[in-house]
């Protein structure tokens, strides 16, 4: 159940309750695609840097160690040791991503293995399967992710698919959540819109996937190639038409000031790899922009990566010796980048959640924006 508590413009503060506990909106979810965040995070990790969600992939942990050995395990949150919600997406991504290894029907899709060649087939009851199994709070339907640059006819084509996989989806939820044996007999399913990046079209699906009584919604598709711009204007366009007490899902995005803009828009629920991915490669967040401890610069600079930061990696270290491990590919250096990441994108959304309490939210995000502009991407 989720419970609107304010609103600020569009901006929209609220509660999502959950059998895994209650997740406070807006929020960043952390991506731990097979059932770990990428750079050595442990769970503990997640518990100690302010993590309400962590989101696995459907498709990754059905390819390895697969579906069933996890549910024989008693599920994600059992596998992994963690007690609170869980997002898993659906496979449909990797319909986008896995292009070269795909083949799309009507009853679902034919794909390849990325790791070791074998077939695999998915199709909307297959995905539900696959999530059940996995046991996760919320479970996201079975779609067609169509770039962002696909001519209009193709993208109606596959839009009006997913709307006839969605029925299937929630159909097989239905029936799933109703067997003895099934682990989390209260597992939630979002829908997703599509569109590319035609207003009109995501508008009828809008209005369509929202007559259908899901437990959520999110808006896919975006953030795979078209500009900032027209993202932020579909999201203008779009979110209207999503049900206002139900939490709305920005898919796969972003940046910090991509997540700044969406909550302005409406948008409840966050994912991405960038803080992790970046980490990794020593880029990190600050409130004056993004750093590179690459630069030798650093080489001797003894102060934290931002100072007043409760991360672990700024509570103990220097930048200097970060860099350090980071040259020397030390395993250490990356952990710590990625948890400072996940610490500043988990610690940015608490801020804005005080600031929609406050009703201060538009001061907030001027602020913030223009603190983060300072200093320039290296």
């Known amino acids: 159940m ?26 960043f979810m952390n991506v731990g695609t097979a059932a770990a965040i990428k750079g050595a995070v442990s769970t503990e990790d997640l518990e100690g840097i302010k993590t309400q969600v962590e989101l696995s992939n459907t498709y990754h942990l059905h390819v390895r160690p697969g579906d069933e050995i996890v549910k024989k395990m008693g599920g994600l949150h059992k596998f992994m040791s963690w007690d609170k919600p869980i997002l898993t997406d659906s496979g ?3 319909v986008f ?18 790791v070791d060649g074998r077939k695999i087939f998915m199709g909307p009851e297959e995905s539900m399967r696959i999530q059940s199994n996995l046991a996760s709070t919320i479970a996201m339907a ?9 001519d209009r006819s193709y993208v109606q084509a596959s839009v009006e698919r997913t709307t006839r996989w969605l029925g299937r989806c929630k159909k097989e939820m239905g029936r799933l959540n109703g067997l003895e044996d099934t682990i ?12 590319a990046v035609f207003a009109d079209i995501r508008i009828e699906h809008a209005k369509r996937i929202a007559e259908m009584e899901l437990d959520g919604y999110a808006v896919g598709g975006l953030a795979v190639g078209e500009s900032h711009e ?26 910090p000031a991509n997540i ?9 629920f966050f994912d991405c790899v960038y803080p992790s991915r970046n980490g990794r490669h020593g880029h990190l967040y600050t409130n ?5 401890l690459f630069n030798a610069k650093y080489e001797t600079d003894g102060r934290p990566i931002e100072e007043g930061c409760g991360c672990p990696a700024c509570r103990r270290y220097s930048r200097a010796y970060i860099r350090h491990l980071l040259k020397a590919k030390e395993m250490l250096g990356m952990r710590l980048c990625v948890l400072h990441n996940l610490y500043f994108y988990n610690t940015m959304m608490e801020e804005i959640r005080d600031a929609l309490d406050k009703g201060c939210f538009a001061a907030y995000k001027k602020n913030k924006l223009e603190k983060m502009r300072n200093l320039q991407k290296e």
């Open 260 to 268: 700044l803009e969406g909550v302005e828009r409406g948008v409840d």
């Open 184 to 195: 989390n007999r209260h597992q939630m399913l979002f829908a997703i819109n599509q569109g």
């Open 92 to 94: 449909g991504f990797q």
């Open 97 to 114: 991503s896995l292009a070269s290894l795909r083949k799309i029907k009507e009853e679902g899709v034919y794909f390849h293995s990325h």
């Open 142 to 150: 079975f779609d067609e992710c169509p770039s962002s640059r696909a």
């Open 230 to 255: 027209e993202m932020y204007y579909i999201l203008e366009e779009t979110v209207p038409h999503l049900p206002l007490e139900k939490p709305t899902y920005l898919m796969g995005v972003g940046t």
């Open 2 to 27: 989720y419970r609107l508590l304010k609103q600020e413009g569009r901006a929209k503060r609220g509660e999502f309750h959950t059998v895994h506990g209650i997740i406070q909106t807006p929020v």
């Open 288 to 292: 004056n922009g993004k750093i590179n």
